[in-house]
């Protein structure tokens, strides 16, 4: 009995190794540094399991740093008009002046930008030569699913990395009255109006999807023709930053796996710098940050509201992510990065300020620390009002902020018992069901790697958008009707006409023989 439980054990030993078969996987996000940050905790996770990882990163995003890529392959590219700094130009600074933001310039920049990437036969040769056996792409902004064509050229299978619900590329059965668009501040109980702006929203979606869908005959002109939207809707699987706990429900398939947290995990140990000032700060610390495209607001925009804000806390100590120098370094730790993940699992940690970025969010969840949103674009607004919905914290507006009403606002998240125990809660339910997210990201893309994904797709996954949506169905029932109803309104005509003469004609026939 002693011997076969050694052999159990020593079974059970190497069956919880990485896998011995090392395959190359070749990640190429969207040059945006948080979506790189995405894409490297995953990387990480499937080298962590024994497989060769290839970086496909513009220059512009790896000089800013930011994120770990020890051990990974990098494949730079050349940037064109739209980066990190374009977007703080269209979007932020409008936002910081009361315009508003240059979408029309931004998604002119965004055209070109891909069209630069596509076009670039230098760099898809370089890509070529390392022959990777799965890609892994953003599909969530506009264009970036036309890093599928690299795929579909090299004749490799594809995995989408998504940040929002998108039903139409998936091929989602969905309902616009209970699933909002990630575009809009609406919580999944919706009011008529609010239902009325999602539905249209989500018909001017559909037809938005036509973007860029001759991009196989423009940039791969050797392969057979296939629209974009049905080549994407072949991946072999979608990992979608979401889930029930912080979003809300929404329905899926067997190949759309709903992984929020990539950027959450168990803390790593604290630099001394760090380490010191949260283990000194007894009463609690707040820890600010808006995202990798905001270090710090600029001093004419509000920087002094917030610094204002910060120093009229009685108790609380304050990490801002800012590239300025800190007016009170007792009271107030500045640093152009911080360790955001591993500063909200310190249990001095009370509350967290944030944009409502998807990724702190779910770090928040992940550590139960409560949060102070303020939204300043995009899936913000979405964000912050599901935050808030769930009861994680609460929400305040950067057009009208004021530093009385910041401290109101902070005092009452860290005080209020209510935001750490509903927040506490939805943390033990995240990490049972769903772990450490990175590492059930890589298990996925490791499984499709071993046994493919086509056992999970739908039928509805493999047919033309139209016919997944019945329109040409729809088009011969209108048709149908549409001649019946002709058919049907001359029948009256006739019979109308046939009795309106024939009754003038016996009215003549009288007033003749009368």
């Known amino acids: 009995m002693a011997s076969s439980g050694w052999i159990v054990l020593v079974l059970l030993l190497f069956s919880s190794l990485p896998r011995t078969e090392s395959k190359r996987v070749m990640f190429i996000p969207v040059p945006i540094t948080s979506h790189a940050i995405l894409h490297t905790r995953i990387a990480r996770a499937l080298m962590d399991l024994g497989h060769e990882v290839w970086l496909v990163l513009g220059s ?32 932020l600074e409008p936002l910081y002046e009361s315009r508003k933001p240059n979408l029309r310039l931004q998604f002119m920049l965004q055209e070109q930008m891909y069209d630069a990437i596509l076009s670039n036969e230098t760099l898809y040769t370089e890509m ?29 299978p594809f995995a989408c990395l ?5 039903p139409f590329g998936r091929r989602v059965p969905f309902s616009s009255a209970v699933t909002p668009s990630f575009l809009f501040p609406f919580g999944h109980r919706m009011t008529f109006t609010e239902r009325l ?4 929203f989500f018909l001017l979606y559909l037809i938005d999807r036509n973007f860029d869908g001759d991009a196989v005959f423009r940039y791969a002109r050797e392969m057979p023709y296939i629209s974009l939207d049905t080549l994407v809707a072949r991946a072999e ?81 304050v990490v801002f992510r800012s590239n300025i120098t800190s007016p009170d370094p007792e009271k107030i730790l500045t640093s152009s990065w911080i360790p955001q993940n591993d500063l909200l699992a310190h249990p001095n940690t009370k509350v967290f300020l944030t944009h409502c970025g998807a990724s702190g969010q779910y770090q928040a969840l992940y550590h139960a620390v409560p949060m102070v949103g303020l939204p300043l674009f995009y899936d913000q607004f979405y964000n912050a009002q599901r935050m808030k919905v769930k009861g994680f914290g609460k929400v305040v507006n950067f057009q009208d902020l004021t530093a009385s009403k910041l401290v109101d ?35 996925w893309l490791d499984h499709v790697m071993e046994y493919g994904g086509s056992y999970m797709r739908s039928a509805g996954q493999e047919m033309p958008l139209y016919q997944y949506l019945l329109l040409d169905v729809m088009a011969v029932i209108v048709g149908v009707v549409s001649l019946y109803l002709m058919i049907l309104c001359l029948l009256v005509q006739r019979l109308y006409q046939k009795t309106f003469e024939g009754g003038n004609r016996r009215r003549r026939i009288i007033t003749l023989t009368g």
């Open 60 to 91: 512009s995003v790896v000089s800013k740093g930011g994120f770990n890529m020890d051990g990974m392959n990098l494949i730079e590219y050349p940037v064109v008009n739209f980066d990190d700094e374009i977007l703080y130009q269209t979007v």
């Open 128 to 156: 070529k030569l390392v022959r990777p056996e799965l890609f892994v792409i953003d599909d969530d902004f506009p264009g970036s699913r036309l890093f599928a064509v690299f795929a579909y050229r090299m004749r490799v």
């Open 162 to 166: 998504d940040y929002a619900f998108e």
């Open 197 to 200: 702006k999602n539905t249209v």
């Open 237 to 317: 699987v979608w990992l979608v930053q979401m889930d029930h706990i912080l979003d809300y429900p929404i329905s899926t398939l067997p190949n759309v796996k709903l992984i929020g947290g990539i950027a959450a995990s168990p803390a790593k140990p604290l630099s001394p710098e760090f380490q010191e000032f949260m283990d000194q700060a007894s009463d609690g610390v707040l820890i600010v940050s808006f995202g990798s495209l905001v270090e710090g607001m600029p001093a004419r925009f509000g920087l002094g509201v917030f610094m204002a804000a910060f120093r009229r806390l009685t108790k609380l100590r």
């Open 409 to 443: 606002v902070i005092d009452e998240v860290a005080s209020d018992p209510r935001y750490k125990q509903t927040i506490t809660r939805a943390s033990t339910l995240f990490r049972e069901q769903f772990g450490v997210p990175a590492e059930r990201a890589a298990y």
